[in-house]
């Protein structure tokens, strides 16, 4: 039996991503999952992980992040893509060198060597970033001040944004980036002809 394509989405917060992600899994027959949160364990993580009021250092955040993932991929992902079923994911590993590395400062071959060991070797077939800059992404949205990501400054959003850019113009064989500012139906259409070549 073939193993399932996996296709993740990445973007800073007010992108476009969950939108694009969840209609691709639903149009294309495809497993939708979203980190963190996607299991009973990762529901509990993720309710820490959000909640500006726990002091938590960036190294926490990030080994916490990582828990998460690893359980996912063990649990959902891999079972999921083994027996042949695509798997669409609204964030995986590079929002966490993108967030925690690039936005925390967390030594980012640290962030590699650990998330080696969370993940193994399951790696998405293709990342789609959905880029855009925070002004536009601060438009868009209404920022909740309980909200350990959102309620970060335009600082860290733009340093994770960078973050981002700088992995896809590393990786141009894995990473297909899209201009967010385009319309729904503009980036629906770029995001198809991508998946399209992969046979899907």
């Not at 193994?120 to 536009?136: E, K, Q, Y």
């Not at 309620?151 to 894995?174: I, K, N, Q, T």
Request: charged fraction near 25%; proline fraction near 2%.
């Amino acid at each position: 039996m073939a193993r399932g394509l996996f296709v993740a989405f990445e973007g800073i917060d007010g992108c476009g991503k969950s939108t694009q992600a969840r209609r691709v899994a639903l149009e294309r027959g495809a497993r939708f999952v979203f980190e963190p949160g996607d299991t009973v364990l990762g529901a509990h993580l993720r309710g820490w992980l959000l909640d500006a009021t726990t002091p938590m250092s960036p190294t926490t955040e990030s080994l916490m992040m990582l828990a998460d993932r690893s359980h996912h991929v063990a649990t959902v992902i891999e079972p999921t893509l083994a027996v042949g079923t695509h798997v669409v994911a609204d964030r995986f590993y590079a929002s966490t060198l993108a967030y925690q590395g690039y936005g925390r400062g967390v030594d980012l071959a640290d962030l590699v060597a650990a998330t080696d060991l969370a993940i193994g070797g399951c790696r998405p077939d293709v990342t789609v970033l959905i880029d855009i800059d925070v002004d536009t992404a601060n438009e868009r949205r209404t920022r909740n001040v309980d909200d350990r990501f959102e309620s970060a400054d335009d600082a860290f959003h733009d340093r994770v944004r960078e973050g981002y850019l700088e992995m896809a113009a590393l990786d141009h064989a894995h990473w297909f980036v899209v201009d967010g500012r385009a319309t729904i139906g503009e980036v629906a259409a770029a995001i198809d002809g991508r998946l399209d070549a992969l046979d899907w």
